[in-house]
């Protein structure tokens, strides 16, 4: 569950710091009671889209049966592995301009006189990062979990709680915490996440005979850490490891990383990146 638990953390607080943002940009416009309330229906929507989608997906994998269901299953877990990939680097390149982008965004949807337009940023902005939450939970799922669907709702949940902490404690100014280290370390955290659902959702293709293991096993370090062990199951959830991989899961955790590691070299910002704040305070 701990997989569980840092990824709604994160995406969470993602969110929070999106519809923080918003909040602070209709406060510095001064635009009263009626532009928070358009704010308000654009979450709630975005939380209505993700909860649509959550419930389109379940209802499409009830109806599958047999190497259907397995190709929809992988599919998802590849799927989830790509965006959450996506999302980290993403947020590495916009990460010090998000709040410069919020802003302009909303500048442009005021501008027709109509606050209107702030719901849709909102909802638009809310609805990523839940829709991304779902398809990640549902990936999450099938890999190592014990307790059932009420595990992981309780994981969810307390991730969903730990994220609106963590950002009381940066608007409020802690010291230890920031959004751009907190962003930072966790974005290595969640490629080593997506690794492991890659992995497993190739796994998944090997077993079902779509994709050749090649050789199998490349190694055994079943005596040093066992994969079916509790500690090894969420070191396999967290990070990809195999006890006994095949050839083709190394290949393809190898060319993860060097594609990972290649981007960034290339990616790299000439400058430091500044904080990002909730609620910037002024420089005394």
Same mark, same amino acid.
């Given at each position: 569950?701990?997989?569980?638990?840092?990824?709604?953390?994160?995406?969470?607080?993602?969110?929070?710091?999106?519809?923080?943002?918003?909040?602070?940009?209709?406060?510095?416009?001064?635009?009263?009671?009626?532009?928070?309330?358009?704010?308000? #229906? !654009?979450?709630?929507? /975005?939380? @209505?889209?993700? %909860? =649509? +989608?959550?419930? $389109?997906?379940?209802?499409?994998?009830?109806? &599958?049966?047999?190497?259907?269901?397995?190709?929809?299953?992988?599919?998802?877990?590849?799927?989830?592995?790509?965006?959450?990939?996506?999302?980290?680097?993403?947020?590495?390149?916009?990460?010090?301009?998000?709040?410069?982008?919020?802003?302009?965004?909303?500048?442009?949807?005021?501008? #027709? !006189?109509?606050?209107? /337009?702030? @719901?849709?940023? %909102? =909802? +638009?902005?809310? $609805?990523?990062?839940?829709?991304?939450?779902? &398809?990640?939970?549902?990936?999450?799922?099938?890999?190592?979990?014990?307790?059932?669907?009420?595990?992981?709702?309780?994981?969810?949940?307390?991730?969903?709680?730990?994220?609106?902490?963590?950002?009381?404690?940066?608007?409020?100014?802690?010291?230890?915490?920031?959004?751009?280290?907190?962003?930072?370390?966790?974005?290595?955290?969640?490629?080593?996440?997506?690794?492991?659902?890659?992995?497993?959702?190739?796994?998944?293709?090997?077993?079902?005979?779509?994709?050749?293991?090649?050789?199998?096993?490349?190694?055994?370090?079943?005596?040093?850490?066992?994969?079916?062990?509790?500690?090894?199951?969420?070191?396999?959830?967290?990070?990809?490891?195999?006890?006994?991989?095949?050839?083709?899961?190394?290949?393809?955790?190898?060319?993860?990383?060097?594609?990972?590691?290649?981007?960034?070299?290339?990616?790299?910002?000439?400058?430091?990146?500044?904080?990002?704040?909730?609620?910037?305070?002024?420089?005394?």
């Amino acid at each position: 569950m701990a997989n569980v638990l840092f990824i709604v953390w994160r995406e969470s607080l993602e969110a929070v710091l999106v519809i923080g943002i918003l909040y602070a940009f209709l406060a510095k416009m001064q635009v009263g009671r009626r532009g928070y309330a358009w704010l308000a #229906t !654009g979450v709630g929507g /975005g939380l @209505a889209l993700s %909860a =649509l +989608l959550g419930f $389109a997906t379940l209802t499409v994998a009830s109806d &599958l049966q047999g190497r259907a269901l397995g190709y929809f299953q992988s599919g998802m877990m590849l799927a989830a592995a790509a965006l959450l990939t996506q999302m980290v680097l993403w947020m590495r390149k916009h990460g010090r301009t998000l709040k410069r982008e919020l802003e302009t965004d909303m500048a442009k949807a005021m501008s #027709t !006189g109509s606050l209107a /337009g702030v @719901a849709i940023v %909102a =909802l +638009l902005a809310v $609805a990523r990062e839940g829709a991304e939450t779902v &398809l990640y939970l549902y990936g999450l799922g099938f890999e190592h979990h014990n307790g059932g669907p009420l595990a992981l709702a309780g994981a969810a949940a307390l991730g969903l709680a730990l994220a609106l902490v963590t950002a009381w404690l940066v608007s409020r100014g802690v010291r230890f915490l920031s959004y751009r280290v907190f962003f930072r370390v966790t974005g290595v955290l969640l490629l080593f996440t997506a690794a492991g659902m890659l992995v497993s959702g190739v796994s998944r293709l090997i077993g079902m005979g779509a994709l050749p293991g090649l050789m199998a096993p490349v190694w055994d370090t079943s005596m040093i850490l066992d994969s079916n062990s509790r500690i090894g199951a969420l070191v396999s959830a967290l990070t990809g490891y195999r006890a006994e991989p095949s050839l083709m899961l190394v290949l393809v955790y190898g060319i993860y990383w060097a594609l990972i590691i290649y981007w960034m070299r290339l990616r790299r910002p000439s400058r430091p990146q500044p904080q990002l704040e909730l609620n910037p305070r002024p420089e005394s």
